[in-house]
């Protein structure tokens, strides 16, 4: 049983450009949440997907956008990015149908914004 | 709004001594506490989990308690071994008026153990 997969695994960016990250959840899970980690920090919540909607979202703009595929599967899209951009981006899945306090986490992509 | 606050790394400690991480939260509700470890260069596992007041989760010859009277869910081991090196984060989760879960974390505190 597969669990959750990231893509890239590294990406490195321009200031300006834009990013899209991608992320499979674990077999079974239908909620993905996207998290973003800075050096030496905890992640921070970006937003939740469920049912192909945006159903939560944390304190961050615009810029950042994500989409959820019939089959769960995520994106996150970062616009115009800045240096402040470069981190660990996190995804992570969960169940309706179990616990959604149980979270599993795939290993990352780490982008970098030159 | 809710906060973890964890005990600043890095914990340096030679193999079989005891380990202690300090975690304190502020909540509104009753969150649900966790942890998480993360290994160099993956993605965060979870550890363990308590669910309410008095509960104590373990895993892996680490347990936490939840203590609701001094907001404190500290992770602790009894001999540290140098494949737990790692960053440990401490979370908690309340439930949204949505349903969700989406979890706090603090900042996490580096483990090197020594052989």
């Known amino acids: 049983d597969a669990g959750v997969t990231q893509s890239p695994t590294h990406l490195i960016k321009t200031r300006g450009q834009q990013v899209t990250l991608r992320c499979s959840p674990k077999s079974g899970h239908d909620t993905v949440s996207w998290y973003q980690q800075a050096l030496g920090q905890g992640p921070q919540f970006i937003f939740q997907y469920y049912e192909e909607e945006e159903r939560q979202r944390g304190n961050f703009p615009d810029r950042f956008s994500g989409h959820q595929f019939p089959n769960y599967s995520s994106e996150l899209n970062v616009n115009a990015l800045l240096l402040g951009d470069s981190a660990l981006y996190l995804c992570?899945?969960?169940?309706?149908?179990?616990?959604?306090?149980?979270?599993?986490f795939g290993p990352g992509t780490r982008l970098t914004v030159t | 709004g809710d906060s973890v606050t964890q005990m600043e790394g890095p914990v340096t400690l030679s193999e079989e001594a005891c380990l202690t991480i300090?975690?304190?939260?502020?909540?509104?509700?009753?969150?649900?506490l966790f942890w998480y470890v993360q290994y160099p260069g993956e993605g965060l596992q979870l550890l363990l989990k308590?669910?309410?007041?008095?509960d104590k989760g373990s895993n892996k010859g680490f347990e936490a308690t939840y203590r609701k009277e001094t907001t404190s869910f500290h992770l602790e081991k009894g001999s540290v071994q140098v494949s737990d090196s790692a960053v440990y984060f401490c979370?908690?989760?309340?439930?949204?008026?949505?349903?969700?879960?989406?979890?706090?974390f603090g900042r996490g505190t580096s483990l090197i153990v020594h052989p």
């Open positions: 308590a669910t309410k007041a008095d």
């Open positions: 992570a899945s969960s169940s309706t149908g179990t616990s959604l306090r149980k979270q599993y």
């Open positions: 300090n975690c304190t939260y502020t909540a509104t509700g009753y969150p649900s």
């Open positions: 979370a908690l989760s309340d439930p949204t008026p949505g349903g969700s879960y989406i979890p706090t």
